[in-house]
């Protein structure tokens, strides 16, 4: 079958409204932590055009805090119920949540108790352009997910650059995420050369409480042959957007099948020629961009409204 014709329906990858950059003067690649001149142009339109529709982070780290005590010194604050104090936390950056665990203990058992948002652009200043050591921020990722025993709502790791000598580190992120029940995952790695790039761990199929999910630059796990875990699927995943991505029909047709109430399926600049079958009863709008898409058959997919190639 022929080719099919590539369109840009950019608004589809993400549904959410754009928030504010925090340093709008940073090219878009460079704030997570790539050089903008380091690969060639084709692969620089691919990877401005999936790091422009990312998750957003829900929280900012451009407001400024402050303490303003009581006129007569009494803590306020602290007389609030805790479940609306426990959502204070969790609208703050990671950091910022960890720092409210020194106030006393009410705060300490909050913070424990909060799902957080962990950003990894966060963790470390970009006060020097492009001043990102990918060493120090995959420390701290660490360090963060071990630090904190409670759940993560929202984590976007997209300069923490792993190396195949770090794939141990990766499936321990991993199997982190999985259970502290992640709700939505931003999962991007050093994107050049793929081929000999870093596969992504099995454990990832044991995320349960997946509702969004984005990939970028990773092997796919060959879903074929791969020991994976028991009862391996995404049961609550709605949104799936796989960039620059290695992978095969079979995995596309995988992870499909255990994908029960997915929602939107988008494929951008995939590294392999794909003949995509579009199984599932829940499918509502599926593309493929900036990708070599050689067929794409709808074999059983009744609920699917748009499609763009």
């Not at 060493?135 to 709502?153: D, I, M, Y």
Request: proline share 7%; charged share 20%; aromatic share 8%.
């Amino acid at each position: 079958m022929a080719r099919q014709t590539v369109r840009f329906y950019p608004r589809l990858v993400r549904s959410d409204p754009p928030a504010m950059e925090e340093d709008p003067r940073m090219p878009t690649e460079m704030r997570h932590g790539l050089a903008p001149d380091t690969l060639d142009p084709h692969k620089n339109l691919v990877l401005r055009f999936f790091y422009a529709f990312l998750l957003q982070s829900p929280v900012s780290t451009a407001a400024s805090l402050s303490c303003a005590a009581a006129g007569d010194g009494v803590d306020l604050v602290s007389l609030l119920p805790d479940d609306l104090l426990r959502r204070v936390v969790s609208r703050l950056p990671a950091k910022d949540g960890a720092r409210t665990a020194v106030l006393s203990s009410l705060w300490r058992h909050l913070w424990r108790s909060a799902a957080l948002v962990l950003v990894d652009t966060h963790l470390l200043p970009a006060n020097r352009a492009g001043a990102r050591p990918a060493r120090a921020v995959t420390a701290a990722v660490s360090a963060a997910l071990e630090a904190h025993p409670g759940s993560f709502s929202f984590v976007s790791l997209t300069c923490s650059f792993i190396e195949r000598a770090d794939r141990g580190v990766l499936a321990r992120w991993v199997r982190f995420l999985a259970n502290k029940g992640v709700s939505e995952l931003v999962l991007v790695n050093r994107p050049w050369p793929l081929p000999r790039g870093v596969c992504l761990p099995v454990a990832l199929f044991s995320c349960a409480s997946l509702r969004r999910l984005y990939l970028g630059a990773w092997l796919f796990p060959d879903t074929a042959t791969a020991t994976l875990p028991r009862a391996a699927g995404f049961p609550n995943l709605r949104a799936l957007v796989l960039g620059c991505v290695v992978m095969t029909d079979k995995d596309l047709d995988f992870v499909l099948a255990v994908s029960p109430v997915l929602e939107i399926l988008a494929v951008v600049g995939n590294q392999t020629q794909l003949h995509a079958r579009l199984a599932s009863q829940s499918l509502r709008c599926a593309q493929f961009c900036v990708s070599t898409v050689v067929e794409v058959a709808v074999v059983d997919a009744p609920r699917l409204e748009r499609l763009f190639i």
